[in-house]
Nanobody
Framework: QVQLVESGGGLVQAGGSLRVSCAASGRTFKNYAVGWFGQAPGKEREFAASVSWGGGSTDYADSVKGRFTISRDNAKNLVYLQMNSLKPEDTAVYYC??????????????WGQGTQVTVSS
């Protein structure tokens, strides 16, 4: 089973940028799609972005499209979420997850512990 560890969260002012990372263990990481999800206090976990196995395809929630960019480096077992033009409503714990299925209909099966992103107004 792939183990996932998120990092890079923090406090940033509105309009600022942050890059969060997801480090994976295991040689099979390249066989999985990877998604990023955000969970704000008192709310359900919501999809933000996903990237396909080789990184050639991406998908974004409408709320982050044009501001967030997901990418992966399979040689380093890393997935990144570059977050630009951040808004206070982006404040959440961000989780990465590995998934299976037919792109872009991915079923996420393995989750990290999350990293907190706080955007101040």
């Amino acid at each position: 089973q792939v183990q996932l560890v998120e990092s890079g969260g923090g406090l940033v002012q509105a309009g600022g940028s942050l890059r969060v990372s997801c480090a994976a263990s295991g040689r099979t990481f390249k066989n999985y799609a990877v998604g990023w999800f955000g969970q704000a206090p008192g709310k359900e976990r919501e999809f933000a972005a996903s990237v396909s196995w080789g990184g050639g395809s991406t998908d974004y929630a409408d709320s982050v499209k044009g501001r967030f960019t997901i990418s992966r480096d399979n040689a380093k077992n890393l997935v990144y979420l570059q977050m630009n033009s951040l808004k206070p409503e982006d404040t959440a714990v961000y989780y990465c997850a590995t998934g299976v299925g037919n792109w872009p209909y991915i079923r996420y099966i393995n989750w990290g512990q999350g990293t907190q992103v706080t955007v101040s107004s």
